[in-house]
């Protein structure tokens, strides 16, 4: 079970990472203020992913806010999987940019269609010179869970994935 700290902590970063989107930030907050009825809310979700809502809280969050049972309007980040197609990629990242309200057009830009690992760090490189950064919320899974986020914003979104234990990374 989460502490009082962490479960404001988590709202935080989740109000952050969805840019104080409030259905977002909403569900996080019923995830750690009410777990019984988030329970109750995504249960079938919940069931086929074989997540506790008491031991799972981090990564269902990170799930959440990649778009995960909320649908493509509530998608603050991407999950791909480690081998996923750099158009598949760009897609989920198109829906993030929108539903965040950046100026970041991906579809004149080429990057390396044949390795993921080399994709992303390409990708990384051309949102740095927007003024963004794509972070990925290191699950210990062999799937990535990305987020663009201001490089203004990086430093606090480090502090809270501190006080919480979850690592953010920035390199691919």
Known sequence: MMSENERLHLVELAALLANDNEQAVATIKLLVEKPEEFEEKFADWLYETDFSVFEDTKIIAAYLLTGYELGNSQQFGAYIDWKEETDEILKSL??????????????????????????????????????????????????????????????????????????FKKEY
């Open 94 to 167: 198109e829906f993030v940019t929108k539903n965040k309200g950046y100026s970041v057009d991906f579809k004149n830009e080429h990057f390396d269609q044949k390795n993921t690992q080399n994709a992303l760090y390409e990708i990384s490189n051309f949102l740095k010179n927007k003024g963004f950064l794509l972070i990925y919320w290191d699950t210990d899974s062999d799937s990535y869970h990305l987020f663009i986020v201001a490089l203004s914003d990086f430093d606090k979104l480090i502090s809270l994935g501190n006080e919480l234990g979850i690592e």
